[in-house]
């Protein structure tokens, strides 16, 4: 006879290939390795771009693989990357209520923290992937479209090849911890309500949000606690000189709301009744 054992209820590794297999899954990993190549094509097609005033990632993206993964992860930061978050992390949960499928899962029985918690690490997995995955491919098109070389500076100057890998790495270190406040809103949307759209929307419309209000320059320094405000602060990273304060900051408020989102989405998922 079998004896019952809490540790045995919904592996990880059942909880990922389930996700693995779910359309939206492909879809956004399919988009996020496609776009490097149609980016790359663009500029094939359209030719080198020029300098319009105001120096940016753009004005140096076609000198290197290295300059065009940095542009791509650029325009890919505010909107893209946290759309692919915060549906990871947001359909987990509503996804199986809106399916019905939830309460039989806690029938298993599998306890309620074992279940979020389980759901959570293969959420948070497939959306650092997801994160990864832009740069890495961005990487590969930008080598086969414009190959290897120092990163230029939009500014002046370059950063080589050597040093250069060292600074991607902690870009894409802080571009994983900014996107946690996504996660954390999109987790707790998700365990609130039986609706993947309204949890998925709801993390994103946040985004957006928090983008208009940190264009409005009358609210001066209460613009530093919005969760968007320093999430291109990566950009400190290609300085001649690495400037950490804008990062640190980033990642400790980041890190910050993402512990609260978090606990509070346990805390409520503790107490809800499943109906569904």
Known sequence: MTTYNVRRTLPLRVEAVRQFRRRRTLVAFGILLVLPWVLVLAF???????????????????????????????????????????????????????????????????PRARLLRQKLVVALSYAVVAVVSLPLMSLVAGTAGFGWGDVELPTGGTVPVSTALGRMAIIMGYSLIAQLVVAALAFLLSVTTDSPLGAVGGAVGLVIVSNILDAVTALGSWRDFLPTHWMYSWMDALQPQIQWTGMAKGAALSLSYALILFALAFRRFRTRDIVS
């Open 44 to 110: 094939k097609l359209g030719g080198d771009p020029g300098p319009d005033g105001v120096p940016s990632l753009v004005d140096v993206a076609t000198s290197s693989a290295l300059n065009f993964a940095l542009f791509a992860l650029f325009v890919s930061t505010g909107f893209l990357l946290v759309v692919a978050v915060a549906l990871f992390c947001g359909d987990t949960v509503a996804s199986e209520a809106g399916w019905s499928s939830l309460r039989y899962l806690l029938a298993a029985p599998v």
